[in-house]
């Protein structure tokens, strides 16, 4: 079956930590993002990428580094320079051009620091 | 600057019951609204909203846009205790590459 594969889906970071989280897709779609979700505030954009080798800032991308060498694959690095790092990360495709049916998510990896 | 809201934040109804949440929206050259469910991980697609007036339904779940107030509502008829989530409100404009969220509405619904 298609779709999008996130890991791990709990990660515990320690303080000045880098960690890397995954995202997989097998659905071929050019776009990916990745939001992070707290509590009260929806999903913010961190980052995205239309196509291989190229990506965007989105929202709140400082602290934050991905990589697009792979269409299937689009991992995100929650560097130590992001300050509030735990919370819910979600990474989303879509197919362009858009069809009517939205985005694609992943099931999601909650970050804590420890 | 693009922003989504969605109102009430927090709603809790008992089963049988009939909701409407709401979302207004403020974005540049709009494409479309989308509306989202999420349980426990991943929002689960709903709607695709992009023209004035027509309602799309699913089931006991029904949408629809008005452009010239600037808004949406999702409604759910005879809710169940399977309704019970995170609805976000979602829109797209044609100059932007991605989505503007909602903070959401968190639906509650007791046996």
């Given at each position: 079956?298609?779709?999008i594969?996130?890991?791990?889906?709990?990660l515990?970071?320690?303080?000045g930590q880098?960690?890397t989280?995954s995202c997989e897709?097998n659905l071929?779609?050019?776009a990916m993002?990745?939001?992070?979700?707290d509590p009260?505030?929806g999903?913010?954009?961190?980052y995205y990428?239309q196509?291989v080798?190229?990506?965007?800032?989105?929202?709140?991308a400082?602290g934050y580094?991905?990589?697009?060498?792979?269409?299937?694959?689009f991992?995100?690095t929650v560097?130590s320079?992001?300050?509030?790092p735990?919370?819910?990360?979600?990474?989303a495709s879509n197919?362009e051009?858009?069809?009517?049916?939205?985005?694609?998510f992943?099931?999601?990896?909650?970050l804590?620091?420890? | 600057e693009?922003?989504?809201?969605q109102?009430?934040l927090?709603?809790?109804?008992?089963?049988?019951?009939?909701?409407?949440?709401?979302c207004?929206?403020?974005?540049?050259?709009?494409?479309?609204?989308?509306?989202y469910?999420?349980?426990?991980k991943a929002?689960?697609?709903l709607f695709?909203?992009t023209?004035s007036?027509?309602?799309?339904?699913?089931?006991?779940?029904?949408?629809?846009?008005?452009?010239?107030?600037?808004?949406?509502?999702?409604?759910?008829t005879?809710?169940?205790t399977?309704?019970?989530?995170?609805y976000?409100?979602?829109?797209e404009?044609?100059?932007n590459?991605d989505?503007?969220?909602?903070a959401g509405?968190?639906l509650?619904?007791?046996?």
């Amino acid at each position: 079956d298609g779709g999008i594969t996130q890991s791990p889906k709990y990660l515990f970071r320690k303080e000045g930590q880098n960690v890397t989280l995954s995202c997989e897709q097998n659905l071929n779609h050019d776009a990916m993002y990745w939001y992070r979700q707290d509590p009260g505030q929806g999903l913010r954009l961190i980052y995205y990428s239309q196509i291989v080798n190229d990506f965007q800032k989105g929202d709140i991308a400082e602290g934050y580094s991905v990589s697009r060498e792979k269409k299937e694959s689009f991992p995100l690095t929650v560097t130590s320079a992001q300050k509030n790092p735990t919370a819910f990360y979600l990474c989303a495709s879509n197919l362009e051009p858009r069809l009517n049916y939205g985005y694609t998510f992943g099931s999601g990896t909650r970050l804590t620091v420890v | 600057e693009d922003k989504v809201v969605q109102s009430p934040l927090s709603l809790v109804v008992h089963e049988g019951d009939t909701v409407t949440l709401n979302c207004s929206y403020e974005v540049t050259n709009f494409r479309s609204l989308l509306w989202y469910k999420q349980e426990k991980k991943a929002p689960t697609f709903l709607f695709m909203l992009t023209s004035s007036g027509i309602e799309k339904k699913s089931g006991r779940l029904s949408s629809i846009l008005d452009k010239k107030e600037l808004s949406s509502i999702l409604n759910i008829t005879a809710t169940q205790t399977g309704d019970s989530a995170i609805y976000l409100c979602a829109v797209e404009g044609y100059n932007n590459n991605d989505m503007r969220f909602g903070a959401g509405t968190r639906l509650t619904v007791k046996p």
